[in-house]
């Protein structure tokens, strides 16, 4: 996204996916407080320090560190050798922390509200020369979404295959998402709340609307969404 923004990237962005918050920091311990927590994320520069760094900016009071810690297995053993507070974590494997006497002590909703969890991006080359795989790009992702609505307990098997996780957490997973509504049109508002965490990170120097970043013309007209007055920075 960051690319994208600036005049010389070659890089276009066509929509976003998942414009939900499903980050959730997640402790073992019972008596663990958002106080003085130190929450871990995977890396430096990871959307999960984002988050965590614009609500420790935002609530000084609380004394909340971030601590960069891996992947999820990393964080899992920092977790429980105590060198944090609480672990970042996603669906399905959330499902499964709390079922393992976790709980949540933050959820990234509750920090900075939604935001989408992946932007699209292509070259601005491919995007010119190839317009009608990119419709084609949105209508499978589309009809991804309709087999989850439609077959989730099939969709879950699947998803077992390949996701090292119990089917029984996908399928909560899937459920989740589905009550929701999730589907490929662009959220102003989640992409609003992107720009605000941007700006807060001094990722985006001068500000720019979502429309000048978003090319919207590859997705069906149903999903598209006025950005207009949409800033992402």
Not at 78 to 83: D, M, Q, S, V
Not at 178 to 202: C, E, F, V
């Amino acid at each position: 996204m960051v690319a994208a923004a600036q005049q010389s990237a070659e890089v276009t962005l066509i929509g976003s996916l998942y414009n939900d918050n499903a980050f959730a920091w997640v402790a073992l311990k019972p008596a663990a407080a958002l106080k003085g927590a130190t929450l871990g994320y995977t890396s430096a520069g990871s959307a999960g320090q984002a988050m965590v760094d614009s609500y420790a900016s935002a609530h000084p009071d609380l004394g909340i560190k971030g601590q960069a810690a891996g992947a999820f297995g990393d964080m899992l053993a920092a977790l429980k050798a105590g060198r944090i507070t609480a672990m970042l974590s996603v669906p399905p494997f959330t499902a499964q922390l709390l079922d393992q006497g976790g709980h949540v002590l933050i959820s990234g909703r509750d920090m900075v509200g939604d935001v989408p969890a992946n932007l699209v991006a292509v070259s601005a080359s491919y995007a010119k020369a190839h317009g009608a795989a990119l419709e084609a790009f949105w209508r499978v992702i589309d009809r991804g979404f309709r087999y989850y609505r439609d077959d989730p307990k099939t969709a879950a098997e699947e998803l077992a295959k390949i996701i090292p996780v119990d089917q029984k957490y996908i399928l909560d997973s899937i459920e989740g998402d589905n009550r929701l509504g999730l589907d490929i049109s662009t959220s102003p508002k989640a992409l609003a709340n992107l720009g605000k965490l941007l700006a807060g990170q001094h990722a985006i120097h001068q500000p720019v609307l979502w429309a000048n970043l978003i090319d919207q013309q590859f997705l069906p007209k149903a999903a598209r969404a006025d950005l207009s007055s949409i800033s992402a920075g």
